[in-house]
T-cell receptor, first 113, second 110 residues
Framework: DTGVSQDPRHKITKRGQNVTFRCDPI?????LYWYRQTLGQGPEFLTY????????KSRLLSDRFSAERPKGSFSTLEIQRTEQGDSAMYLC???????????FGPGTRLTVT | SQKIEQNSEALNIQEGKTATLTCNYT??????LQWYRQDPGRGPVFLLL?????KEKRKERLKVTFDTTLKQSLFHITASQPADSATYLC?????????FGAGTTVTVRA
C-alpha cells in the first residue's frame, strides 16, 4: 500500500504525559498537513509543511503542540502535557505540488484519561 | 467570522434515488471547493474539486455545482446505492489551505 500511513492508530495516555505521532506521506508528495477531528466535526487545520519548511501553524494550536518534518519526508506531531481536551482523531494528509487534492491517512485516535 | 454550514440533519434516502447535499459559506472567498467522503474510523477520501470559475462538475454518478454569488455548493449522488452510505464533507480551498464543514451523514436504504 503506497498511501499515507500513520502510527500509532490508537493511543491512550494519562493527562500530563507527552505523546508523539508519526505520518509517512506518499513519497512523491512534498506538501504535508496535520488536522484534528472531533466527533461530529470536520477536520480542523493544524499545520502545513512544504518539503521540510513549516509554512503555517494554526492560531488554535497551543505551544504544547509541535510538528517537524526533517528532510521533507515523514512528519511527527508531538503534544506535551496532554489535556483531556486533546482527545481527538489526528489526521495527516499529503499532496503533490500542482494539485489541490489531499490524500489522508487513517488517523491516530488519541484518548487522554 | 468565517462559517461553513452543511445540511444539519442526516439524510436517509431509498436506493436508486438522488441525494442532494448543501454546503453554504459566509465570509470566505474560496478559489476552489472540494467534496470528500469519510467512512467511520477512516480518513477522508477526495471525490471532486470545482474551481470558482466553474459552475458544474461531474464524475460518474456524482455532480457538484458551485455558485459564488449565493455562496453555495450542491452535491448530488444519483442512482444512490447502499455503498454510498457515509459522511460527506465540503471543504473550501484558498491556495494551499482547506477549511472543512462538519459533514452530512447519508444513509441509503436498500
Amino acid at each position: 500500500d503506497t498511501g499515507v500511513s500513520q502510527d500509532p492508530r490508537h493511543k491512550i495516555t494519562k493527562r500530563g504525559q507527552n505523546v508523539t505521532f508519526r505520518c509517512d506521506p506518499i513519497s512523491e508528495h512534498n506538501r504535508l498537513y496535520w488536522y484534528r477531528q472531533t466527533l461530529g466535526q470536520g477536520p480542523e487545520f493544524l499545520t502545513y509543511f512544504q518539503n521540510e519548511a513549516q509554512l503555517e501553524k494554526s492560531r488554535l494550536l497551543s505551544d504544547r503542540f509541535s510538528a517537524e518534518r526533517p528532510k521533507g519526508s515523514f512528519s511527527t506531531l508531538e503534544i506535551q502535557r496532554t489535556e483531556q481536551g486533546d482527545s481527538a482523531m489526528y489526521l495527516c494528509a499529503s499532496r503533490p505540488g500542482g494539485s489541490y487534492e489531499q490524500y489522508f491517512g487513517p488517523g491516530t485516535r488519541l484518548t487522554v484519561t | 467570522s468565517q462559517k461553513i454550514e452543511q445540511n444539519s440533519e442526516a439524510l436517509n434516502i431509498q436506493e436508486g434515488k438522488t441525494a442532494t447535499l448543501t454546503c453554504n459559506y459566509t465570509n470566505y472567498s474560496p478559489a476552489y471547493l472540494q467534496w470528500y467522503r469519510q467512512d467511520p474510523g477512516r480518513g477522508p477520501v477526495f471525490l471532486l474539486l470545482i474551481r470558482e470559475n466553474e459552475k458544474e462538475k461531474r464524475k460518474e454518478r456524482l455532480k457538484v455545482t458551485f455558485d459564488t454569488t449565493l455562496k453555495q455548493s450542491l452535491f448530488h449522488i444519483t442512482a444512490s446505492q447502499p455503498a454510498d452510505s457515509a459522511t460527506y464533507l465540503c471543504a473550501l480551498g484558498s491556495d494551499y489551505k482547506l477549511s472543512f464543514g462538519a459533514g452530512t451523514t447519508v444513509t441509503v436504504r436498500a
